[in-house]
């Protein structure tokens, strides 16, 4: 099974602040990655799939990037509604799996 | 509007048997895959079970799979899973989420429910 490695564990920072979050799969994985946001209490949400690419009224602001096995989610300038966990998801090979989530926060 | 509302959590003892539901409405059932993901208390989330659009294929976590099976109905717009021989770290919130891309095989999941808490305890 593909292990999927997010780092940090846990980040925080401030209103306007840009930050990266970086997932890294045990085996290469082409596109096949998804960003999601979770917030307590609430089911996941998509933000980014195919690596790279925004779900329909995610704000610009979210970003991802890379392929194979390193893959990168970007914010710039930090809302107050950001203050989250962000997991990623390969779903390129089965069995699925998810990275152990980031916490956001303050 | 989709919506997908999963029922059927619930306490149940070690070595039990629970079945839970994915009640899909909102879209067209018959072209979408459906999986199972799963969410212990304070930890994150871990893949659990996918079920092809036409139930042609399932796929199953190493942590579940001969326990759990996972099934649709195409007569309700439901997909269940069946849990068997419960343990006490299945004990999660059970989400149902639909992958994007119609007759999608590999996907990122863009509808969620809600949820369903299993606890396995005696």
């Known amino acids: 099974a593909i292990q999927l490695t997010q780092s940090p564990s846990s980040l925080s920072a401030s209103l306007g602040d840009r930050v990266a979050v970086t997932c890294r799969a045990s085996?290469?994985?082409?596109?096949?990655l998804a960003w999601y946001q979770q917030k307590p209490g609430k089911p996941p949400k998509l933000l980014i799939y195919?690596?790279?690419t925004l779900e329909s009224g995610v704000p610009s602001r979210f970003s991802g990037s890379g392929s194979g096995t390193d893959f990168t989610l970007t914010i710039n300038s930090l809302q107050p509604e950001d203050f989250a966990t962000y997991y990623c998801q390969q779903y390129n090979r089965y069995p699925f799996s998810f990275g152990q989530g980031t916490r956001l926060e303050i | 509007q989709v919506q997908l509302v999963e029922s059927g959590g619930g306490v149940v003892p070690p070595g039990g048997s629970l079945r839970l539901s994915c009640a899909a409405s909102?879209?067209?059932?018959?072209?979408?895959?459906i999986h199972w993901v799963r969410q212990a208390p304070g930890a994150g989330l871990e893949w659990v079970a996918l079920?092809?659009?036409?139930?042609?294929?399932?796929f199953y976590a190493d942590s579940v799979k001969g326990r759990f099976t996972i099934s649709r109905d195409t007569s309700n717009n439901t997909v269940y899973l069946h849990m068997n021989s419960l343990r006490a770290d299945d004990s999660a919130l059970y989400y149902c989420?639909?992958?994007?891309?119609?007759?999608?095989?590999?996907?990122?999941?863009?509808?969620w429910g809600q949820g369903t808490m299993v606890t396995v305890s005696s």
């Open positions: 909102g879209f067209n059932f018959n072209y979408y895959a």
């Open positions: 079920i092809l659009y036409d139930g042609s294929n399932k």
């Open positions: 195919d690596a790279s």
């Open positions: 989420a639909k992958l994007k891309a119609s007759a999608a095989m590999w996907d990122a999941s863009d509808f």
């Open positions: 085996q290469g994985i082409d596109s096949g």
